[in-house]
């Protein structure tokens, strides 16, 4: 008996779910392999073929095709760009190298008429310390100020500062514990004495929030319900309309979402750009101002041991490329920096050695 291609994603989705893949993959993996099924009119995996997974890649309706995809309801949406197209290939690379290895697979390289786009590298803003503390000023509320305070404190990834409970946070001993989502390692991670500040004001208000003491499994940046209209009126003495809303409500049993909505109101209060932007913004340019200070104090390599450990990154040349660093540029800006260049060059070719010249 055959398997369908919807029976196999929802075995695949099922064992992926127990094993504790980050949510951000999982959610793709939710929504990108049953689109696939469903395009491809869900066949068994006797009848798939390479033509077919092209199909859903550039065919009529494919996601490189203007398509129609649900979000907020039914939308018509543009083709995706290079960048979305490299993901979602990596994204059914790894779910037809499972069902290989389950052998519901029946050929080879469903993937050989979908190559690899070249993409746009952007040039990513670093914003510089001084930025980055003036974002905390920018914080709509004190559990945003806090949650922008850890952020550039530890340059943790979102998901990871997301799952950050009130029991995480070690005053007496000025830790951190964070579990690395991507590696599945944990870390007590140094608290700084800027970062110390910033939660025990939080934790003060935090717990003023919910009227009682907080407790260790409470979320660290908690979830929040409210803050609709419930009513409004025309008010003639202010001469405009008055809007009354509910009022907030914290809900320390889920953590925060969306929030790269808080990274992106603070940027956009400081005149900064916001698309493309997040707390990856404020990662990356944490690690790039603290590796400026240390190559200044214990040079190069040493620098880059010590951000690659602050990132969580298994190796340097991970590091690098997350800072658009290299050795090699770093030797060119040295030797071209503010020096003469082809006319050093003429200069050192036109003089005659004086042994030479007798």
Known sequence: MTTTLRAAIDEYLSIRERTGKAD?????DRSLLPRLAEHL?????????PEQV?????????????????VKGQSLRAAVGPTTHNHYRSRLAVFFSFCRSTGTAQRGDYLKFVDPLPEMK???MQPAPSVLLSLLDQAECAMHRAYLATAVNTACRASELQSLKVGDVNFSRSELFVTVVKTKEEDDMP???????????????????????LEDDDYLFPARSGNQIKTHYFDEKLGCRVYERTPLVYHPDRPVERTEKIVKAALEKLGLPTRYEGTHTLRRAVARAYFDQLSEEVGYDAALRTVSALLHHRNMSTTERYLGLSTET?????TMKGRAFLTGMVTQSNVVPLRAAK
């Open 24 to 28: 951000n993959t999982m959610r793709l």
């Open 54 to 70: 092209r199909d859903f890649f550039y065919g009529t309706g494919g996601i490189m095709d203007i398509h129609v995809t649900r």
């Open 330 to 334: 770093k030797r060119r800006d040295q």
């Open 191 to 213: 608290l700084t004495a800027d970062l110390e500040r910033e939660l025990r004001v939080w934790f003060e208000e935090y717990a003023d929030l919910l009227g009682r003491p």
């Open 41 to 49: 009119g869900n066949p068994t995996f006797e009848d798939l073929t």
């Open 122 to 124: 952007r040039k990513r």
